[in-house]
């Protein structure tokens, strides 16, 4: 007889080093926020790379349950996984478009609509949709000064010139990306409107019901003429500020806090004579300062450059990290904290409503979406459920 595996005798938030809280409710006030930027417009939800590292799962099925009917992810591995999350009427837009002459028929057999950003994908689609009579929609996606992904200009002149260039597509929508939208009066922000708006015109003479997306979160926030049919915001819904702040630092658009990040104090001690701390030997502690190490470091998600400049709350204070932060642990200096709040199996919270996503980014020289997507899979992650949808 085969000995009894071992079961565990200790819950989840007990073991883990740290604790990720999602707010599943405060996303979906993020998104009817949005929404009511652009009353008319279909405001979708971005929710490629796991919903911005958050769990595409669970907040895809808050916001479906709150109304929200469209869904863009990045792979098709994403669409299906998506797929099975929310069912089959939900619209799915993968971004990446298929690989031509590869991929077409799964796209056609899971209903995810594909994002033609090139000659070669218009092509292999326009294959594919004749020769298996299918008739399914699409967006076709132009460049109008990102140099990234989409139609250059002569790229898309040539299809419209072309009787046959776009032979068997059913446009649901024209695309473009804005590569400023973050910097609101960065002129390339109107230089890019009027280009797509010149394009999307000369696409509706051939095809007249075609709609228009350009806005993700920042281009909302851009004005009604950067709206059109489809917006698609990502950030802003997992509650970090889609624009870069004004001078005075106070954003234009508050965004409702999402997660709350806690590391737990591993151990706590007082320097007995000033020497340095962590790898490198970077920073020194003074004599007498109080340190505490937490069970977290970048493989976690909390960046490397965090070390630099960045710190927590513990007690309500803040305490600076001390030194680099390393594979599993980082260094606070806790020397302002009472003796009772600084002890082994307490937190320190790293992001929360007082120290923000965009604070901690700021601090590591980055940007909310590069901390959000780095969040790691060794939390106890909790999700607070969404309100009930409304009759």
């Given at each position: ?139 076709v996606q132009v460049d109008t000064g990102m140099q990234r ?243």
């Amino acid at each position: 007889m085969s000995p009894r595996a071992p079961t565990l005798a200790s819950a989840p938030d007990d073991r883990a080093g740290a604790l990720l809280t999602i707010d599943l409710a405060a996303v979906v006030e993020n998104w009817r926020r949005l929404k009511k930027q652009a009353p008319g417009t279909d405001v979708g939800a971005v929710v490629k790379a796991d919903a911005y590292g958050l769990g595409m799962v669970q907040v895809a099925q808050a916001l479906k349950a709150a109304g929200c009917v469209t869904f863009y992810v990045a792979h098709l591995d994403e669409a299906v996984a998506l797929r099975a999350a929310v069912g089959a009427t939900p619209r799915i837009v993968c971004m990446h478009g298929p690989a031509p002459g590869k991929t077409e028929r799964d796209f056609a057999g899971f209903n995810v609509i594909p994002v033609l950003s090139s000659p070669q994908q218009i092509k292999a689609w326009r294959t594919f949709a004749s020769t298996n009579d299918v008739l399914m929609e699409s967006f076709v996606q132009v460049d109008t000064g990102m140099q990234r992904l989409g139609l250059t200009p002569a790229e898309f002149a040539a299809h419209m010139d072309d009787p046959d260039g776009f032979l068997g597509l059913h446009p649901l929508a024209l695309m473009s990306h804005l590569a400023c939208a973050d910097t609101p009066a960065h002129p390339l922000n109107k230089q890019q409107l009027d280009r797509f708006f010149s394009a999307l015109g000369t696409f509706r003479g051939r095809f007249p019901d075609a709609r228009g997306s350009l806005a993700n979160s920042a281009g909302l926030l851009l004005g009604p003429a950067w709206h059109f049919q489809f917006a698609r915001p990502g950030i802003a819904l997992y509650g970090s500020h889609p624009e870069n702040p004004p001078a005075d630092g106070k954003p234009r658009w508050p965004v409702v806090p999402v997660v709350r990040l806690l590391a737990r104090i591993l151990q706590v001690r007082r320097v007995d004579q000033a020497g340095p701390v962590g790898y490198g030997a970077t920073v020194q502690a003074p004599d007498g300062a109080k340190l505490a190490t937490v069970s977290m470091g970048y493989a976690d998600g909390l960046l490397r450059s965090a070390g630099a400049g960045g710190h927590g709350l513990l007690d309500g204070l803040r305490v600076p990290i001390l030194g680099r932060v390393s594979m599993d642990l980082t260094t606070f200096d806790v020397s302002a904290v009472a003796e009772s709040a600084a002890q082994p199996g307490q937190f320190i919270e790293v992001i929360g409503t007082t120290h923000t996503v965009d604070d901690l980014a700021r601090e590591a020289g980055t940007v909310g979406y590069e901390i959000l997507t780095s969040l790691g899979s060794r939390y106890h992650r909790r999700y607070l459920p969404a309100p009930a949808a409304k009759p």
